[in-house]
């Protein structure tokens, strides 16, 4: 069974950092490219970032280009998601999710929330 | 950026009645790279199409996506009490992944 389980959401003040994890089990975590969807409270779904399965390709969403860093250590079967310059309107929680070969996100976990708030 | 805008907000509804959710892209999508989510409160959204009309295992045949181009269309053929939730639809082009801003099915 596939599992993707995030870890490290908390509350942080504007200009802080965070970094979440990604715990993935249940298949051959090297062979898939790996994101970071975010869901501020009460919003919509927002791309972040995206890494693929041996980490040569980084990708991510102009709101966080240069504060946000995708990482994934695939001997540990972990994806990352270093966040700096923390803004309050980085508010949500954050998912991590498989993206399959028709770039699509089959697979999600249940989310780490980040507030940030003074 | 390709931006989708999905209609309407929200669709009132009651159960046993058909649903249709609209999906509208700035640009023409792949018909590949076109997915629709339902996501219900407090979970994470799962995946119910890909490739604008596959259904993703174990979805029930009550739910099809349709479309091409632009335009695309999830129908829920007849709304079970469980259906009542928000719908996303998302795309890929150009290494970027965008997502509606989300329909909302609720109860009548």
């Known amino acids: 069974e596939v599992q993707l389980v995030e870890s490290g959401g908390g509350l942080v003040k504007p200009g802080g950092s965070l970094r979440l994890s990604c715990a993935a089990s249940g298949f051959t975590f090297s062979t898939y490219s790996m994101n970071w969807v975010r869901q501020a409270p009460g919003k919509g779904l927002e791309w972040v970032s995206s890494?693929?399965?041996?980490?040569?390709?980084?990708y991510y969403a102009d709101s966080v280009k240069g504060r946000f860093t995708i990482s994934r250590d695939n001997a540990k079967n972990s994806l990352y998601l270093q966040i700096n310059s923390l803004r309050v309107e980085d508010t949500a929680v954050y998912y991590c999710?498989?993206?399959?070969?028709?770039?699509?996100?089959?697979?999600w976990g249940q989310g780490t929330l980040v507030t940030v708030s003074s | 950026d390709i931006v989708l805008t999905q209609s309407p907000g929200t669709l009132s509804l009651s159960p046993g009645e058909r649903a249709t959710l609209s999906c509208r892209a700035s640009q023409s999508v792949s018909n590949s790279y076109l997915a629709w989510y339902q996501q219900k409160p407090g979970q994470a959204p799962r995946l119910l199409i890909y490739g604008a009309s596959s259904r993703a295992t174990g979805i029930p045949d009550r739910f099809s996506g349709s479309g091409s181009g632009t335009d695309f269309t999830l129908t829920i053929s007849r709304l079970e009490p469980e259906d009542f939730a928000v719908y996303y639809c998302q795309q890929y082009g150009d290494s970027l992944w965008t997502f509606g801003q989300g329909t909302k099915v609720e109860i009548k």
């Open positions: 890494i693929s399965s041996s980490g040569t390709y980084i």
């Open positions: 999710a498989r993206i399959s070969w028709g770039n699509y996100f089959d697979y």
